[in-house]
């Protein structure tokens, strides 16, 4: 168990439609960091935040926005979804410094039909 | 741009037979190099860091090594339970925080 909580496990919606994934870093982690995960892309980094604050943007679509707040758990906005949007979306969180191993939840699971 | 590639894409060991996992990266100034363990349908699992040349971490029947363009990952007599997707990430200095994953190799374990 890493610590890093992702809710929810699976997420099904259709296309056009807007959803909000939801994570709980490890207690102590300030960061926390945003990925996607799809077959023919392999993890790709979206975005991260530090205590609050944007701090880097990744391939982050103009349709997907994520905000952190007081209390360190982030969520990630995704909306007007289409079929491509279908992938595994994880969090990760560490404490301050980028040299500092990141630690993932386990997911959450989008299908768009 | 910061690239890594890991090789082979899939790899088929006998248990108790030994081999070794590589990743190549090209980065601007490395701050750290991240070996991550990967199970079907969960996150991926923080195994080492390496952050530089010439530096070694083990755990049971894994060693990581690095040098200044690539790293290993030695599984020394493995088991089936070794099973799973392996993933190098590189961090890099300047303005990023975010790693750079590999596309990872796939190991099966037959018993």
Redesign the interface.
């Known amino acids: 168990d890493?610590g890093?909580t992702?809710t929810p496990k699976h997420l099904i919606t259709a296309t056009g439609q807007r959803v909000t994934l939801r994570c709980s870093p490890r207690s102590g982690d300030l960061?926390v960091?945003w990925y996607q995960q799809s077959l023919d892309q392999?993890?790709?980094?979206l975005i991260?935040y530090?205590n609050g604050e944007e701090?880097?943007k990744?391939n982050i679509l103009e349709r997907f926005s994520a905000q952190q707040f007081p209390d360190l758990h982030s969520e990630l906005n995704l909306s007007s979804l289409e079929l491509g949007d279908s992938a595994l979306y994880?969090c990760?969180s560490s404490v301050a410094g980028?040299?500092?191993?990141?630690?993932?939840?386990?997911?959450t699971r989008l299908s768009i039909l | 741009e910061d690239q890594v590639t890991q090789s082979p894409e899939a790899l088929r060991l006998q248990e108790g037979e030994s081999s070794s996992l590589n990743c190549s990266y090209t980065v601007s100034g490395l701050r750290g190099l991240f070996w991550y363990r990967q199970d079907p349908g969960k996150g991926p699992e923080f195994l080492f860091t390496l952050y530089s040349a010439g530096e070694e971490k083990e755990k049971e029947r894994l060693k990581a090594t690095l040098t200044k363009k690539e790293s290993f990952l030695h599984i020394t007599a493995p088991k089936p339970e070794d099973s799973a997707t392996y993933l190098c990430a590189v961090a890099a200095s300047g303005s990023a925080r975010q790693l750079t994953f590999g596309s990872g190799t796939q190991l099966t374990v037959l018993p």
């Open positions: 890493s890093v992702q960061s960091y392999g993890l790709q980094f991260q530090y701090r880097a990744g994880f990760a980028n040299n500092q191993p990141q630690h993932f939840g386990d997911g």
